[in-house]
């Protein structure tokens, strides 16, 4: 149960979390990521007939799994992305963020039929500027509803055509704060493909 799983330490790139008394590195950054693990480990205790094999194997596991784009720090980038598009994962994200960065710069894309006002006032407090941009998708927001939503909760909002656009933007205003992108798994693709072209041009 949520009684038995204690975050230790967290980190821009893992956590060290105890569960039932035994202690895990999990390399995946973030708080819900030991409830993640908890239920690994609960799923894979009640299925395994080998205890010892499993303790080994489990540990290591969750050492070196891998998961894209749930805040993801880009190595030499100041970037974190990650693909979080609910109210509660963005809960999760900002205490995270709040705790490991302090205040980021805010990319944000999200697709119309998300909670764009709750999302939008959790990524408020964390943000000390935002650049909202449409996602490459046909079900994106409407950059105006998303600037509205935001504009509620924070001052500093400066909408823009596309998510490459924004990223430009974001790196000349960023000072030495990091830029998280976040709201979408199209957001994030869109991101990662700017970051190519400018390393590519480079």
């Given at each position: 149960?949520?009684?038995?799983?204690?975050?230790?330490?967290?980190f821009?790139?893992?956590?060290?979390?105890?569960?039932?008394?035994?202690v895990?590195?999990?390399?995946?950054?973030?708080?819900?990521?030991?409830?993640?693990?908890a239920?690994?480990?609960?799923?894979?205790?009640?299925?395994?007939?080998?205890?010892?094999?499993?303790?080994?194997?489990?540990?290591k596991?969750l050492?070196?799994?891998?998961?894209?784009?749930?805040?993801?720090?880009?190595?030499?980038?100041?970037l974190?992305?990650?693909?979080?598009?609910?109210?509660?994962?963005?809960?999760s994200?900002?205490?995270?963020?709040?705790?490991?960065?302090?205040?980021?710069?805010?990319?944000?894309?999200?697709?119309?039929?998300?909670?764009?006002?709750?999302?939008?006032?959790?990524?408020?407090?964390?943000?000390?500027k935002?650049?909202?941009?449409?996602?490459?998708?046909?079900?994106?927001?409407?950059?105006?509803?998303?600037?509205?939503?935001?504009?509620?909760f924070?001052?500093d909002?400066?909408?823009?055509?596309?998510?490459?656009e924004?990223m430009?933007?974001?790196?000349?205003?960023?000072?030495?704060?990091?830029?998280?992108v976040?709201?979408?798994?199209?957001?994030?693709?869109?991101?990662?493909?700017?970051?190519q072209?400018?390393?590519?041009?480079s």
């Amino acid at each position: 149960g949520e009684s038995d799983i204690e975050v230790l330490a967290s980190f821009s790139d893992s956590l060290e979390m105890s569960y039932k008394g035994e202690v895990y590195t999990v390399s995946v950054p973030g708080r819900m990521q030991a409830r993640n693990a908890a239920v690994a480990i609960e799923a894979l205790s009640q299925l395994s007939d080998f205890p010892d094999v499993l303790e080994e194997n489990l540990s290591k596991g969750l050492a070196e799994v891998w998961w894209p784009c749930r805040m993801q720090k880009l190595m030499g980038m100041p970037l974190i992305i990650d693909v979080t598009h609910t109210l509660d994962g963005a809960r999760s994200l900002c205490e995270d963020i709040g705790e490991i960065y302090g205040k980021v710069v805010v990319v944000l894309g999200l697709l119309a039929d998300k909670n764009i006002r709750g999302i939008s006032e959790v990524l408020a407090g964390i943000a000390s500027k935002v650049f909202i941009a449409p996602p490459s998708s046909p079900r994106a927001a409407a950059p105006e509803a998303m600037e509205e939503a935001m504009r509620g909760f924070h001052d500093d909002v400066i909408v823009c055509g596309t998510v490459a656009e924004a990223m430009e933007l974001a790196m000349e205003a960023r000072g030495d704060e990091d830029i998280l992108v976040t709201g979408s798994f199209r957001t994030a693709e869109d991101a990662l493909r700017w970051m190519q072209e400018e390393y590519a041009r480079s």
